[in-house]
């Protein structure tokens, strides 16, 4: 378990009593709720609001809204406590911690707390630690008997709680480390008071405390703690006048030497820049051209970049945004670097405009979209060493490839260039220049002059769509470490490129005219990084097993009379990431596959295991020989199975040992599975199964089931077999699907109920598609629909012919958002029946290829008043609206009506709200001159178009 932001924050404060709760509740809400989750993991809580308790007299600091008991939590009984400890451990920083939490027989928290301390031991020592100190505080906090539960599964009673006292389990761990328990248990005696002042020092500022958590977590003594206390940085009238938190600059302050000019470099980025993954790899690899990046011992120097990033991460200097998986820095962050980085770095955008002070002084400039280069005296850009365009991924306008041009003629010096239009040649006396980026330009060939740039380490051309070659020259290139050829058209790599001996990584991603690798490749032996997924790439070159320093290989393709050489593989010891391996079909002795040692490469994390469909060569036996073979390391998070033709799946892929997976892909045919196999892998947050596969009834026919604790996706496509009709989902200690959000059949002609019954209490997302023999949607269940799915958002059912009823129990779930309804003519006869007036919350409405006569539509009473998206396509026999049925609709925004061939007027007193009105081939629609003024509706619309309509 890694040491997480959210209990960094507490590792500044030992919470002893309801007083500090309160404040560390009011400071710091979200924080207090993560280090619950992190505390407390027999326990999840949802939509928890962590407030103030009012009008109690216990010393009851916070009460949650409400707690769902996943994993058989109990409260103590009545009049008592219940204590739960965690522990968590750093071992890339040497660093240890755990927190308690303190709470009545009403799940009510009475007090909690967490300690830091260094060195990291085995996890028993580490829980034995936790509950000898939880013991010590609870005596000191409070006088109740105590029900406790540690990881161990401990129950103790007594009305005196003291070390004597400790349960006989744990009794040999305390004495065989009694030494090292008592050493720590001084350290943080003495660091606790420390961390308490430091904190107030912050004044209740959330971003100081956080930038301290991260600053003196990284500290190995206690001296250092009191170093930070004692500076006279709080005192600093210079930082208050500038708006600099003192915090803020104690963090950059002990920062080490080596990170300082890395965290510089980021002021030329802008305010809320959002550092997205390929931000992060160009960062590193311009800090690497700035010579930023101390090279180290067996470890190259984009993962020496990678350490620092993260250094950075950890002490607060980025925040993390869960919801695009990006990072970026707070706005006080970034003012703290834009003042220490002073006159020497420059961000030009469309907001702060500050070429003015463009001067000799200034190295690094970055330009953030567009500007006007008329505004740039050139003669002040003589000394840049760096020319970045914001954002990376972007296509730079052709308007800036005079200013470049301009730059390079003035600042022979560069050595990062982000952008070179079409006359990419212009560049070749920059002989400092270390990195290019010519990403997404319009280049048929890289000139030959470009080869001589000698000290070009970095060489970026990806999405040159109209390069079709390299030049041979490109061997020259001999301090490349970096080459990105993805998504171009070339055709193969010259032969010179098995010169470049300092090449780390080789990116030929969707190259798709790329058929072979140079034979020689192999010769690159600081090659770390080999990326060809979906390239062309037939076969893979010989010898590629002496590639010892290879990391990352996206992919080993095996071709007919070659599937020997998958034993190379074993031979790669050191692979991290993903891997693919293609061309399974061609593989003839099983005992090749076993020399590929799968299993102990516990580096990988993603697996992809693929065969071709239909091949005359497959063999159902020998394939899941091979299958079983390839048994995977426990480390792997993702594994998909492409059309794999074997009838049982080996017992590896459903074995919990897998206790990481969290993706399950499996395609093919003829496999027989049952789906209740898969909760055993207690992580599965994914199951994707595809094909004209089997799956048993055994989910229905186990009397013990357990539950998927945090499956989120299941999509079913083409089996052949699936029938629960007769599955009750609950069982005695909750649902079997508690976290499942989206659900998705497709082509499974043979399903007749598209759910079991049962609770769904956080699915959101639900499609069926193309069942013909679908009878019902949603089973009959003596459970209320609205209970039984409580968060369904989104419903689309599409071509299931057969469909009689979407709901057996007459009606939809209320909390419907969408619903998309399109080739189910029974179903969408009935559609007075579905009492749409009762979803309160449904805002958008399509209905399409329906044959069946209507006159008028929609009737009224049918559409909810909140609906605004109403899509109508493909009624055959309609041939008017309905004004009655708009009347009500006070929310409608947006009307589309799509091939409704003898729809022949719009009706008259259409919702004035509406702002899009779309018509497309609808072949005998004449409006009337009052229909088209009720359209003039009091919002100008936005959208009114009559594609292909005859007027």
Same mark, same amino acid.
């Given at each position: 378990?890694?040491?997480?932001? %959210?209990?960094?924050?507490?590792?500044?404060?030992?919470l002893?009593?309801?007083?500090?709760?309160?404040?560390?509740?009011?400071?710091?809400?979200?924080?207090?709720?993560? *280090?619950?989750?992190?505390?407390?993991?027999?326990?999840?809580?949802?939509? $928890?609001?962590i407030?103030?308790?009012?009008?109690?007299?216990?010393?009851?600091?916070?009460?949650?809204?409400?707690?769902?008991?996943?994993?058989?939590?109990?409260?103590?009984?009545?009049?008592?406590?219940?204590?739960?400890?965690?522990?968590?451990?750093?071992?890339?920083?040497?660093?240890?911690?755990?927190? $308690?939490?303190?709470?009545?027989?009403?799940?009510?928290?009475?007090?909690?707390?967490?300690?830091?301390?260094?060195?990291?031991?085995?996890?028993?020592?580490?829980?034995?630690?936790?509950?000898?100190?939880?013991?010590?505080?609870?005596?000191?906090?409070?006088?109740?008997?105590?029900?406790?539960?540690?990881?161990?599964?401990?129950?103790?009673?007594?009305?005196?709680?003291?070390?004597?006292?400790?349960?006989? &389990?744990l009794?040999?761990?305390f004495?065989?480390?009694?030494?090292?328990?008592?050493?720590?248990?001084?350290?943080?005696?003495?660091?606790?008071?420390?961390?308490?002042?430091?904190?107030?020092k912050?004044?209740?500022?959330?971003?100081?405390?956080?930038?301290?958590?991260?600053?003196?977590?990284?500290m190995?003594? %206690?001296?250092?703690?009191?170093?930070?206390?004692?500076?006279? $940085?709080?005192?600093?009238?210079?930082?208050?006048?500038?708006?600099?938190?003192?915090?803020?600059?104690?963090?950059?302050?002990?920062?080490?030497p080596?990170?300082?000019?890395?965290?510089?470099?980021?002021?030329?980025?802008?305010?809320?820049?959002?550092f997205?993954?390929?931000?992060?790899?160009?960062?590193?690899?311009?800090?690497?051209?700035?010579?930023?990046?101390?090279?180290?011992?067996?470890?190259?120097?984009?993962?020496?970049?990678?350490?620092?990033?993260?250094a950075?991460?950890?002490?607060?200097?980025?925040?993390?945004?869960?919801?695009?998986?990006?990072?970026?820095?707070?706005?006080?962050?970034?003012?703290?670097v834009?003042?220490?980085?002073?006159?020497?770095?420059?961000?030009?955008?469309?907001?702060?405009?500050?070429?003015?002070?463009?001067?000799?002084?200034?190295?690094?400039?970055?330009?953030?979209?567009l500007?006007?280069?008329?505004?740039?005296?050139?003669t002040?850009?003589?000394?840049?060493?760096s020319?970045?365009?914001?954002?990376?991924?972007?296509?730079?306008?052709?308007?800036?490839?005079?200013?470049?041009?301009?730059?390079?003629?003035?600042?022979?010096?560069?050595?990062?260039?982000?952008?070179?239009?079409?006359?990419?040649?212009?560049?070749?006396?920059?002989?400092?220049?270390?990195?290019?980026?010519?990403?997404?330009?319009?280049?048929?060939?890289?000139?030959?002059?470009?080869?001589?740039?000698?000290?070009?380490?970095?060489?970026?051309?990806?999405?040159?769509?109209?390069?079709?070659?390299?030049?041979?020259?490109?061997?020259?290139?001999?301090?490349?470490?970096?080459?990105?050829?993805?998504?171009?058209?070339?055709?193969?790599?010259?032969?010179?490129?098995?010169?470049?001996?300092?090449?780390e990584?080789?990116?030929?991603?969707?190259?798709?005219?790329?058929?072979?690798?140079?034979?020689?490749?192999?010769?690159?032996?600081?090659?770390?990084?080999?990326?060809?997924?979906?390239?062309?790439?037939?076969?893979?070159?010989?010898?590629? %097993?002496?590639?010892?320093?290879?990391?990352?290989?996206?992919?080993?393709?095996?071709?007919?009379?070659?599937?020997?050489?998958?034993?190379?593989?074993?031979?790669?010891?050191?692979?991290?990431?993903?891997l693919?391996?293609?061309?399974?079909?061609?593989?003839?002795?099983?005992?090749?596959?076993?020399?590929?040692?799968?299993?102990?490469?516990?580096?990988?994390?993603?697996?992809?295991?693929?065969?071709?469909?239909?091949c005359?060569?497959?063999?159902?036996?020998?394939?899941?020989?091979?299958?079983?073979?390839?048994?995977?390391?426990?480390?792997?998070?993702?594994?998909?199975?492409?059309?794999?033709?074997?009838?049982?799946?080996?017992?590896?892929?459903?074995?919990?040992?897998?206790?990481?997976?969290?993706?399950? *892909?499996?395609?093919?045919?003829?496999?027989?599975?049952?789906?209740?196999s898969?909760?055993?892998?207690?992580?599965?947050?994914?199951?994707?199964?595809?094909?004209?596969?089997?799956?048993s009834?055994?989910?229905?026919?186990?009397?013990?089931?357990?539950?998927?604790?945090?499956?989120?996706?299941?999509?079913?496509?083409?089996?052949?077999?699936?029938?629960?009709?007769?599955i009750?989902?609950?069982?005695?200690?909750g649902?079997?699907?508690?976290?499942?959000?989206?659900?998705?059949?497709?082509?499974?002609?043979?399903?007749?109920?598209?759910?079991?019954?049962?609770?769904? &209490?956080?699915?959101?997302?639900?499609?069926?598609?193309?069942?013909?023999?679908?009878?019902?949607?949603?089973?009959?269940?003596?459970?209320?629909?609205?209970?039984?799915?409580?968060?369904?958002?989104?419903?689309?059912?599409?071509?299931?012919?057969?469909?009689?009823?979407?709901?057996e129990?007459?009606?939809?779930?209320?909390s419907?958002?969408?619903?998309?309804?399109?080739?189910?003519?029974?179903?969408?006869?009935?559609?007075?029946?579905?009492?749409?007036?009762?979803?309160?919350?449904?805002?958008?409405?399509t209905?399409?290829?329906?044959?069946?006569?209507?006159?008028?539509?929609?009737?009224?009473?049918?559409?909810?008043?909140?609906?605004?998206?109403?899509?109508?396509?493909?009624?055959d026999k309609?041939t008017?609206?309905?004004?009655?049925?708009?009347?009500?609709?006070?929310?409608?925004?947006?009307?589309?009506?799509?091939?409704?061939?003898?729809?022949?007027?719009?009706?008259?007193?259409?919702?004035?709200t509406?702002?899009?009105?779309?018509?497309?081939?609808?072949?005998?629609?004449?409006?009337?001159?009052?229909?088209?003024?009720?359209?003039?509706?009091?919002?100008?619309?936005?959208?009114?178009?009559?594609?292909?309509?005859?007027?």
């Amino acid at each position: 378990m890694t040491f997480s932001l %959210c209990l960094t924050f507490f590792t500044l404060v030992i919470l002893r009593s309801p007083a500090d709760v309160l404040y560390v509740i009011e400071q710091m809400k979200q924080f207090f709720m993560l *280090f619950l989750l992190q505390t407390c993991k027999k326990e999840e809580y949802h939509a $928890a609001n962590i407030k103030k308790t009012a009008g109690f007299s216990t010393p009851v600091a916070a009460q949650h809204a409400a707690v769902s008991r996943n994993m058989d939590w109990m409260n103590p009984p009545s009049g008592r406590l219940k204590l739960n400890t965690d522990s968590t451990i750093d071992t890339m920083n040497n660093l240890s911690g755990f927190g $308690a939490v303190l709470r009545n027989c009403s799940s009510q928290i009475i007090a909690a707390m967490a300690i830091p301390f260094q060195g990291c031991f085995s996890p028993e020592i580490t829980e034995a630690l936790a509950l000898m100190h939880s013991l010590q505080w609870i005596k000191e906090s409070a006088n109740n008997a105590v029900h406790l539960l540690a990881r161990f599964g401990l129950s103790v009673e007594s009305k005196c709680l003291w070390m004597e006292e400790m349960p006989p &389990p744990l009794m040999p761990i305390f004495e065989e480390n009694k030494e090292t328990l008592v050493r720590w248990s001084d350290h943080m005696v003495r660091w606790g008071p420390i961390g308490r002042k430091i904190v107030n020092k912050c004044k209740g500022v959330p971003l100081a405390v956080k930038s301290m958590a991260g600053l003196l977590r990284s500290m190995r003594t %206690c001296e250092d703690w009191r170093h930070v206390l004692q500076s006279d $940085a709080w005192k600093r009238h210079d930082c208050r006048d500038i708006g600099i938190v003192p915090a803020l600059w104690l963090s950059y302050r002990f920062l080490p030497p080596y990170l300082k000019p890395c965290l510089s470099y980021l002021s030329i980025f802008p305010k809320d820049y959002e550092f997205r993954d390929v931000d992060r790899k160009q960062l590193i690899l311009i800090w690497m051209a700035e010579g930023l990046l101390q090279p180290q011992e067996g470890r190259t120097i984009q993962n020496v970049g990678e350490d620092y990033l993260n250094a950075l991460i950890s002490r607060s200097f980025f925040q993390r945004n869960t919801r695009n998986d990006s990072f970026s820095m707070h706005d006080l962050i970034h003012d703290l670097v834009v003042y220490v980085s002073g006159q020497s770095f420059l961000l030009y955008d469309r907001y702060t405009k500050d070429l003015h002070e463009l001067s000799s002084k200034t190295h690094h400039l970055c330009y953030y979209y567009l500007f006007n280069t008329k505004e740039i005296d050139f003669t002040k850009v003589k000394n840049l060493r760096s020319l970045i365009s914001l954002p990376f991924s972007s296509i730079s306008p052709s308007c800036l490839e005079t200013f470049v041009q301009e730059v390079v003629l003035r600042n022979g010096g560069l050595r990062v260039l982000s952008f070179v239009g079409e006359h990419i040649d212009s560049i070749r006396n920059l002989k400092h220049l270390r990195y290019l980026d010519a990403s997404s330009r319009e280049v048929k060939e890289l000139p030959a002059s470009i080869c001589g740039l000698h000290n070009l380490e970095t060489l970026l051309l990806s999405e040159c769509r109209m390069l079709t070659q390299l030049p041979d020259s490109i061997g020259n290139l001999k301090y490349l470490r970096y080459l990105d050829v993805s998504y171009t058209k070339v055709k193969e790599l010259p032969d010179s490129v098995c010169l470049l001996y300092n090449l780390e990584t080789l990116l030929l991603e969707s190259c798709n005219e790329l058929t072979l690798l140079p034979t020689k490749i192999c010769e690159l032996i600081n090659l770390r990084h080999l990326n060809i997924k979906w390239s062309s790439v037939e076969e893979m070159p010989p010898r590629i %097993c002496n590639m010892k320093n290879l990391q990352k290989l996206s992919d080993f393709v095996l071709c007919e009379n070659d599937g020997y050489k998958i034993k190379e593989l074993g031979r790669l010891d050191n692979l991290h990431g993903r891997l693919c391996i293609s061309g399974l079909e061609h593989v003839r002795e099983v005992s090749d596959v076993l020399e590929v040692n799968l299993n102990h490469k516990e580096y990988l994390t993603e697996l992809r295991l693929e065969w071709k469909w239909y091949c005359e060569t497959n063999d159902s036996i020998r394939d899941r020989e091979i299958l079983t073979a390839l048994q995977p390391h426990p480390n792997l998070k993702s594994l998909e199975i492409v059309c794999y033709e074997g009838t049982k799946l080996p017992e590896w892929v459903v074995d919990p040992l897998y206790s990481n997976l969290e993706v399950v *892909f499996l395609s093919g045919q003829n496999c027989c599975l049952s789906l209740l196999s898969f909760q055993r892998l207690r992580s599965l947050k994914k199951l994707d199964i595809v094909g004209k596969i089997h799956v048993s009834n055994e989910f229905c026919n186990n009397s013990s089931h357990d539950s998927f604790p945090v499956l989120e996706e299941i999509h079913l496509e083409r089996i052949t077999a699936l029938d629960w009709s007769s599955i009750n989902t609950n069982y005695q200690n909750g649902d079997i699907f508690p976290c499942l959000k989206s659900f998705a059949l497709h082509s499974c002609r043979s399903v007749k109920v598209a759910l079991p019954m049962g609770n769904f &209490p956080s699915l959101e997302v639900l499609y069926v598609i193309s069942c013909d023999e679908l009878v019902t949607v949603f089973p009959s269940s003596s459970t209320d629909i609205d209970v039984a799915y409580p968060s369904l958002k989104s419903l689309k059912i599409k071509e299931c012919s057969r469909l009689e009823l979407v709901s057996e129990m007459g009606l939809l779930p209320v909390s419907l958002e969408s619903l998309h309804i399109e080739s189910c003519n029974t179903v969408i006869g009935s559609r007075m029946q579905w009492n749409l007036q009762r979803l309160s919350k449904l805002t958008e409405l399509t209905l399409g290829d329906y044959g069946g006569v209507v006159d008028s539509f929609p009737e009224e009473g049918l559409l909810p008043p909140s609906l605004t998206i109403l899509y109508i396509m493909n009624f055959d026999k309609l041939t008017a609206l309905n004004a009655n049925g708009f009347h009500h609709l006070t929310s409608l925004q947006q009307l589309l009506l799509f091939r409704l061939e003898k729809l022949e007027c719009l009706p008259i007193g259409l919702p004035q709200t509406l702002t899009t009105l779309w018509i497309e081939d609808c072949r005998l629609l004449i409006p009337s001159d009052s229909s088209l003024d009720e359209v003039r509706t009091e919002e100008p619309l936005v959208s009114f178009s009559t594609d292909l309509c005859d007027f």
